[in-house]
């Protein structure tokens, strides 16, 4: 296989400067973020009492997708994730299909979660808040990755400490009632699957690990093992948020909620802990848009140096060493979003793009071989069916304005590479 573009060392690579600790907290304050304030309430109106098994099913699919990509990372440890494995295994279509998916799934991921720290800080103003936190943190990357993965650290410390104090809070409340955690028969195989496409935006962060390959340290060892780490912390928190807000408030409040973990602490008799969460909210946010826009830009480099898009994208900074006219392009993209997009919409929308993304992650580590470091053939089959399984239990409008955006890009690269031809 040949070498993956713009590859540590040549001219215009990126230092290699993230450790383990680095890395899995990138991860961290990609996920947590946007699953447990973001996509728990949709998920529990789709699941119901089936809640928890949508949350497990998802949590099976991103093993298998993080097992697949950690061991493709670590053969080609560039940016641009499974933009390069899809390139390198499959063919160039494959890898522009993966890229272009990833890059416009997450850029609606972006925008939801700026969204979402609008609607924390002033829900009146919750776009202009939006807007202004896209701005804040582009600049935040354009200045470094080192100074963003210490920002993400500071942001994962507070939100998980939020985190630990609603699960105190709710489950020794005289509130809790473990029989709400019983399946019912709003627990039906579709609700169950399409609950799981959903949550499946919430453990889809450990892609940012994959995309940064080109600036950790001795990636062979860190990407194996940072990514099972960040997603084994995240499936814990997950399942503990989950249970003690399904026991305060059920699966019909919890679907209904707008701010799911502030209504439990407020059903808790805790209404002290509501400016609390709501700041925990915010922070969770600004930590998941950080590592999104992070880790779109690295694709889009990755993408620009092959001309898949504009090559000037490809640039990278001599001070600070980023791919800073990537950084302000995609800040300025989801900063347009940010000012007119919904966050329900947008986060259905994103779960199709990801899914598809890994769905060529897992086809390209079916194709590694043993001394390639492949993992046991179950985990790439059971991770691309599971993806593509999910993708189209999502909301039909989700499925649809995802299929047709993906089906746009590859006819571009249809005419592209007619016109190559041509010529």
Known sequence: MSKPSGAAGGPAGLRRRLGVSDAVVIGLGSMIGAGIFAALAPAAHAAGSGLLLGLALAAVVAYCNATSSARLAARYPASGGTYVYGRERLGPFWGYLAGWAFVVGKTASCAAMALTVGSYVWPEQA????????????????????????????????????????????????????????????????????????????????????TLGEEVRDPARTIPRAVPIALGITLVVYALVAVSVLTVLGPTSLGDATAPLSDAVRAA?????????????????????????????????AMARDRHLPHALAAVHPRFEVPHRAELVVGGVVA????????????????????????????????????????????????????????????????????????????????????????
Do not use: K
Not at 155 to 164: G, M, Q
Not at 278 to 300: D, H, M, N, Q, Y
Not at 386 to 407: E, I, K, M, N
């Open 127 to 210: 776009h202009a808040v939006a807007v202004a936190a896209v701005v804040v943190l582009t600049a935040v990357n354009y200045a470094g990755v080192q100074r963003s993965a210490l920002l993400t650290r500071v942001l994962v410390a507070v939100v998980l400490a939020v985190l630990a104090a609603v699960v105190v809070v709710s489950l020794s409340s005289t509130a809790s009632d473990a029989a709400r955690l019983d399946l019912g028969p709003d627990a039906g195989i579709g609700g169950v699957l399409q609950a799981a496409g959903l949550l499946f935006f919430a453990f889809a962060g450990y892609a940012r690990i994959a």
């Open 336 to 423: 347009v979003l940010a000012a007119t997009a919904d966050v329900r919409g947008a986060i259905g929308f994103s779960s199709f793009g990801v899914l598809v993304y890994y769905a060529v992650a897992n086809a390209s580590a079916w194709t590694l071989t043993p001394e390639e470091g492949r993992p046991a053939r179950v985990v790439p089959a059971l991770g691309l069916a599971g993806c593509l399984v999910l993708a189209f239990a999502l909301p039909v409008s989700s499925v649809v304005s995802g299929a047709v955006v993906l089906s746009l890009g590859a006819l571009v690269h249809g005419i592209r590479r007619a016109i190559a031809t041509r010529g």
């Open 269 to 301: 008799g805790a209404d002290w802990m509501v400016p609390v969460v709501r700041v925990g909210g915010a922070v969770a946010a600004l930590g998941s848009l950080l590592a999104l826009i992070l880790g779109v830009s690295r694709t889009t480099l």
